[in-house]
């Protein structure tokens, strides 16, 4: 799989609008230059549709999430709209969840797990298709404004990206790496 989606957020936090809801994500390396945008729209029916952008402005990919109970089912597509992968959350209103990400085949190429911790904010951890770590993300931030940080194995820093429109909240799935660049 060509496209890597590494960070897309898909659960915002319910707000009782009648209109779709927005927010927007910046996405930067670990020097601080920007690396993708990530505008996400909320309808009223509860779908999540995620369109990721290359510092250029060109589309890259795009994803769509729908939640069902505690459950998030999101669907990745690359530029041209074939499918790349699909990620099953377990637990995505709770202050822990479990999601599994597959290739477009079903085949899984990893994992992650997400803990909330009341108002501090969110870590979830990932790991590859065998059970490795391969990095975490913390997300922070108050109502309007979020943070993230994200650090690879060792613990170093990677990147950083901020949001605004309403709050993001406990749910973003990065679709993990297959190793292509």
């Given at each position: 799989?060509?496209?890597?989606?590494?960070?897309?957020?898909?659960?915002?936090?319910?707000?009782?609008?009648?209109?779709?809801?927005t927010?927007?994500?910046?996405?930067?390396d670990?020097?601080?230059?920007?690396?993708?945008?990530?505008?996400?729209?909320?309808?009223?029916?509860?779908?999540?549709?995620?369109?990721?952008?290359?510092?250029?402005?060109?589309?890259?990919?795009?994803?769509?999430?729908?939640?069902?109970?505690?459950?998030?089912?999101?669907?990745?597509?690359?530029?041209?709209?074939?499918?790349?992968?699909?990620?099953?959350?377990?637990?995505?209103?709770?202050?822990?969840?479990?999601?599994?990400?597959?290739?477009?085949?079903?085949?899984?190429?990893?994992?992650?797990?997400?803990?909330?911790?009341?108002?501090?904010?969110?870590?979830t951890?990932?790991?590859?298709?065998?059970?490795?770590?391969?990095?975490?993300?913390?997300?922070?931030?108050?109502?309007?404004?979020?943070?993230?940080?994200?650090?690879?194995?060792?613990?170093?820093?990677t990147?950083?990206?901020?949001g605004?429109?309403?709050?993001?909240?406990?749910?973003?799935?990065?679709?993990?790496?297959?190793?292509?660049?």
């Amino acid at each position: 799989m060509k496209l890597l989606i590494p960070l897309a957020i898909l659960s915002l936090s319910m707000a009782h609008l009648s209109h779709a809801q927005t927010s927007r994500e910046v996405v930067r390396d670990a020097s601080g230059r920007v690396t993708q945008t990530i505008e996400q729209q909320k309808s009223s029916n509860g779908a999540v549709r995620s369109v990721i952008r290359d510092a250029s402005g060109r589309i890259m990919g795009t994803s769509t999430s729908q939640t069902s109970g505690s459950d998030t089912r999101t669907t990745y597509r690359d530029a041209s709209g074939r499918m790349t992968g699909t990620a099953s959350t377990k637990g995505s209103h709770s202050s822990a969840s479990q999601t599994t990400y597959r290739d477009a085949s079903g085949r899984t190429t990893g994992s992650a797990t997400s803990r909330t911790n009341g108002t501090s904010g969110t870590r979830t951890d990932f790991r590859d298709a065998s059970g490795r770590s391969t990095g975490n993300q913390t997300i922070a931030g108050p109502s309007g404004f979020t943070s993230s940080t994200r650090r690879d194995a060792s613990g170093r820093v990677t990147g950083t990206s901020t949001g605004n429109g309403k709050s993001l909240t406990n749910l973003w799935i990065p679709l993990p790496s297959t190793g292509s660049k």
